[in-house]
């Protein structure tokens, strides 16, 4: 099976501090992704990577930016956080389907941030 | 491009009754089309998936959905709902090369006694 962790499942962090909320997968998966989740308005997408090293800006990723040193280990990061960064973050991940269209999502269990 | 509308943000049911959840999508190349269920603090799980073998498809927990090309729609049913079955529910598509998926907004799913 397919496992994703995520290195906290609540954290409260202070306005203008740095965030960092890991991410990591075990099946060798080529894509990671970033999503905030938020009632009413679904998961939306803030980042996601294809490869160690690459990087794609989703629908809303101002505010973030994002590391993968690792094949294994996708980083979201707040450079300063904002109260209106609170909100529940998933991290995805899911096999490179070059051509095709089965593009199953595997999910972490989430990360509900508070930032007072 | 590709897009999921949910219809009805919130959906109400007694115990034993059926469970019929709305999914449409929009879609520019032939669809594979997903339905996850997320509980209450967790992150979201595969319930199933559509990938054009057989239209009616069968997941996990007696959930079932059809998939209609002429009506581009996607509804997730149970015969029986079960107080375990009270979650939000997300329908998402897929499409062409693109290694996205686009999601619903969801359906949150409430079970009654």
């Known amino acids: 099976d397919v496992k994703v962790t995520q290195s906290s499942r609540y954290l409260v962090k202070r306005t203008g501090e740095k965030v960092f909320l890991e991410c990591v997968q075990d099946m060798d998966h080529e894509n990671m992704f970033w999503y905030r989740q938020d009632p009413g308005l679904g998961l939306r997408l803030i980042y996601f990577s294809y490869d160690v090293k690459m990087k794609e800006k989703g629908d809303i990723p101002e505010g973030y930016s994002v590391s993968r040193e690792k094949k294994e280990r996708f980083s979201l990061i707040l450079e300063s956080a904002s109260t209106n960064q609170t909100s529940m973050y998933l991290c995805?991940?899911?096999?490179?389907?070059?051509?095709?269209?089965?593009?199953?999502?595997?999910f972490g269990p989430g990360t509900r941030l508070t930032v007072l | 491009a590709q897009s999921v509308t949910q219809l009805g943000s919130h959906v109400s049911v007694s115990e034993g009754a059926l469970v019929l959840l709305r999914c449409n999508y929009s879609?520019?190349?032939?669809?594979?089309l997903f339905w996850y269920v997320q509980y209450p603090n967790q992150g979201l799980q595969l319930l199933l998936k559509?990938?054009?073998?057989?239209?009616l498809v069968k997941g996990i927990n007696g959930f079932e959905a059809e998939f209609k090309k002429s009506e581009t729609s996607f509804h997730l049913t149970k015969p029986s709902a079960h107080m375990s079955d009270a979650a939000e529910y997300f329908c998402a598509v897929s499409g062409g090369s693109n290694y996205k998926l686009t999601f619903g907004k969801g359906t949150l799913l409430t079970v009654n006694p």
């Open positions: 995805a991940s899911s096999l490179l389907n070059v051509g095709g269209r089965d593009n199953e999502q595997f």
């Open positions: 879609s520019s190349v032939p669809p594979y």
């Open positions: 559509y990938t054009s073998a057989a239209t």
